[in-house]
């Protein structure tokens, strides 16, 4: 389990929504809106799935980008080849024991 | 409409030649012939901004032609003018930084501020300088942005052409109309990054200042801060684990791993006499006590009964936990 981390639900929230269009980039405050998440919850994901896994790749907007709408450049995160391979298994992995973890309580 | 001009004329530094003051009455007649009709966005004739600019070229220094090309720099991109007749009617040089200032209009990117030359660069400082001056009539968006390019691109520009003073007053300007750079969202978050890694603070600060240019109302603002500083704490952590992916990440720190490493290796060293673990200690101990009676004997006496024995269970286990059972004995 090194190499994947901890399935929280905010992390399944946020790497469902990188995993709705793999190769679009995204932005912090994009991805607390969408999951619905706190901030303070979604940036130590987004770092840890960068830096500890290698999952997503982070980066600065180009100038010509940020000036052209008036305001200061963003980092975007997109899911890395290796990472959108991974990121859909382990979710895959998680939301199956999750549902087996709901038939138990369901049928015990 | 000469009354325009008297006071550009006046205005100009003793060294100008009777021919130089001509042509500049020359360049202000095309000027005004050709935006005869024009408004600015706040009502007055277009000619009001290049004659300003031209004032503002004559107050910091420059030359004839910058003058000139100051006054009809807007009759390229602005009126049916085109460039022959401005080359035709005032000569190659003029109509080049006319011609340059037209390009730095059409193209915003980084390769057309580096093929322009200086003195159109500094045409252009000024031209913003009184675009920012009278920049009120425009809508919020608008002002923003003009805004927001002035500090990161004109500005800059206007320091590296060695022109401080206005490099400073378009910094003052363009932050007057931006949303708090300094506000207590952007304090507070300053405040809460001092826990993460120093080689993190600056891009994470960035990328949340890019996340809160976007919000518009404060109340989001500082909720997004908020929320922002409760996960501080967290981030911190996951930005000082170790990297799997060094090659990844030249940014990682090398530094933090083996300190990390070492710091077991020291304790054992420590844990492995009584000598050495008990010196520091009883060092601490005593200095404890003592400062203790200066205000309380009882309080003194309590102290020395229970705190040697709940250090000696401490290091105790501490040498279990790292294996040295037996050592010091």
């Not at chain 1, 929230?13 to 995204?26: C, E, H, I, T, W």
């Not at chain 2, 001509?22 to 005869?36: L, M, S």
């Not at chain 2, 009126?79 to 035709?88: I, K, L, N, S, Y």
């Not at chain 2, 002035?150 to 520009?157: E, F, G, R, S, Y």
Request: proline content about 5%; some cysteine.
């Amino acid at each position: 389990m090194a190499d994947t981390p901890r399935m929280t639900l905010p992390t399944m929230l946020v790497l469902q929504v990188m995993l709705s269009d793999p190769a679009k980039r995204r932005y912090g405050l994009e991805l607390c809106e969408k999951t619905r998440q706190h901030p303070g919850t979604v940036y130590p994901i987004l770092a840890r799935l960068e830096r500890e896994y290698g999952w997503l790749e982070r980066h600065e907007e180009s100038p010509a980008e940020h000036l052209a709408e008036g305001r200061r450049a963003r980092h975007y995160y997109v899911l890395s080849d290796e990472g959108a391979v991974r990121a859909r298994a382990a979710l895959e992995r998680a939301e199956r024991s999750r549902a087996v973890m709901n038939l138990r309580t369901v049928t015990s | 409409m000469t009354s325009l001009v008297a006071p550009l004329l006046a205005r100009l530094p003793g060294g100008f030649t009777a021919s130089e003051r001509d042509r500049i009455r020359r360049a202000y007649e095309f000027a005004a012939h050709h935006h005869a009709g024009q408004l600015r966005k706040s009502g007055n004739p277009y000619i009001t901004h290049p004659v300003a600019v031209a004032e503002i070229a004559a107050d910091a220094g420059l030359d004839c032609a910058a003058i000139c090309a100051a006054l009809l720099h807007d009759v390229i991109a602005g009126t049916r003018c085109d460039a022959g007749q401005v080359r035709a009617e005032f000569g190659d040089e003029i109509a080049a930084l006319v011609q340059g200032m037209a390009e730095l209009d059409r193209r915003h990117d980084q390769a057309a501020l580096d093929a322009a030359g200086d003195r159109v660069l500094a045409l252009k400082v000024l031209d913003r300088l009184h675009n920012m001056r009278t920049l009120q009539p425009l809508d919020q968006a608008k002002r923003q942005l003009k805004s927001r390019q002035t500090l990161d691109v004109i500005a800059p520009l206007a320091k590296r052409l060695g022109l401080p003073a206005i490099a400073d007053e378009l910094e003052a300007i363009a932050r007057g109309h931006l949303p708090g750079d300094t506000g207590v969202a952007h304090r507070a978050l300053a405040l809460g990054s001092l826990i993460l890694p120093s080689a993190f603070r600056g891009t994470y600060l960035c990328e949340w200042l890019g996340e809160l240019d976007v919000l518009r109302s404060r109340r989001a603002r500082a909720h997004f801060a908020f929320g922002v500083l409760r996960g501080m704490p967290a981030l911190a952590l996951a930005l000082r684990h170790p990297l799997r992916h060094p090659l990844r990440h030249p940014l990682g720190h090398p530094l933090g791993r083996t300190l990390a490493d070492r710091l077991p290796a020291a304790l054992r060293w420590v844990l492995r006499s009584n000598l050495r673990t008990w010196t520091p200690l009883a060092a601490l101990l005593g200095w404890m006590i003592l400062e203790t009676a200066r205000s309380s004997l009882g309080d003194a006496v309590v102290i020395l009964i229970t705190v040697p024995p709940v250090l000696h269970t401490g290091v105790s286990c501490l040498r279990a936990k790292l294996g040295l059972d037996g050592a010091g004995e």
